[in-house]
């Protein structure tokens, strides 16, 4: 079987939808989701590249589009669990606290998770990750992404002498099967294959790395995840260096945000 086709018999939690937005698996019932970046108010209102939403608005749920309203509803009940288990009153930031802050999913008023989310959006990112603000940036990622978390990155004690110790704390880590991590390769995956987001498409890989090999179905690659474990691991004892072509393709496929290619 091609990768293609493996990418479409292997529905995980999300897909891509023509025209925007992402389908989400649940109970076998498809709803289309729309993120932030689909929104056609984006770029104007996220203009400031250091807003959070600037910066992530590719997984952020979109606040105003009514299509989001059932996501809304769920992102509230999976709120409302939370909160109620033993505690989590210290794993949630103020904005999330309880019921006085977090009401309903969907609406416009203050009080509705869209809007508590929409105003993390537009917060600097550095606000949003200041160690004072406890929680802030965990729930943020937990309630209002379209990965219900934020993905696990390659850690310090990985990767000694391989390539994937040089992009530590960027790139999403291929060991970890927390959900988000799951959802994540999910979703590139699809990206690589399919229609949506053509920053990710395996078209633009280059030649002669694993990721052109993932497009043309070879050398038993057969999905983004098991492209960037085999880069990761790609061996470094010696000092050299890694090709750039390499270099821009796992900064293009594997990280949670993608840099621009080096020359």
């Not at 992102?75 to 288990?85: C, D, L, M, V």
């Not at 008023?109 to 406890?134: F, P, Q």
Request: aromatic share 12%; glycine share 10%; with cysteine.
């Amino acid at each position: 079987m091609s990768p293609l086709a493996k990418a479409a018999a292997g529905a995980g939690t999300l897909s891509v939808i023509g025209g925007g937005g992402y389908l989400a698996y649940d109970n076998l019932i498809d709803t289309g989701i729309r993120v932030l970046v689909d929104s056609g108010k984006f770029k104007e209102t996220y203009k400031d590249t250091n807003l959070f939403g600037a910066k992530y608005g590719r997984y952020l749920v979109d606040p105003e589009s009514s299509k989001n309203k059932e996501w809304w509803s769920g992102a509230f009940g999976r709120w409302s669990t939370f909160k109620g288990q033993d505690g989590s009153a210290s794993k949630l930031n103020d904005a999330f606290k309880d019921d006085t802050k977090v009401k309903k999913g969907f609406g416009s008023v203050a009080t509705d998770l869209n809007k508590v989310c929409e105003v993390a959006y537009k917060k600097a990112e550095t606000d949003i990750k200041n160690t004072s603000n406890t929680n802030y940036e965990d729930n943020v990622w937990q309630f209002c992404s379209l990965l219900e978390g934020k993905p696990k990155f390659i850690g310090d004690n990985e990767y000694t002498n391989q390539v994937g110790k040089d992009h530590k704390d960027k790139a999403v880590s291929v060991t970890s099967t927390d959900k988000q991590n799951n959802s994540f390769w999910d979703l590139r995956n699809k990206e690589f294959f399919g229609n949506r987001n053509a920053a990710f498409k395996g078209d633009k890989s280059s030649n002669g790395t694993v990721f052109r090999d993932l497009l043309e179905g070879k050398n038993n690659v057969d999905t983004v995840k098991t492209a960037c474990k085999k880069a990761y691991e790609t061996d470094k004892t010696n000092g050299t260096s890694t090709p750039a072509e390499l270099e821009n393709d796992i900064k293009k496929f594997c990280y949670l945000v993608p840099e621009p290619a080096q020359s």
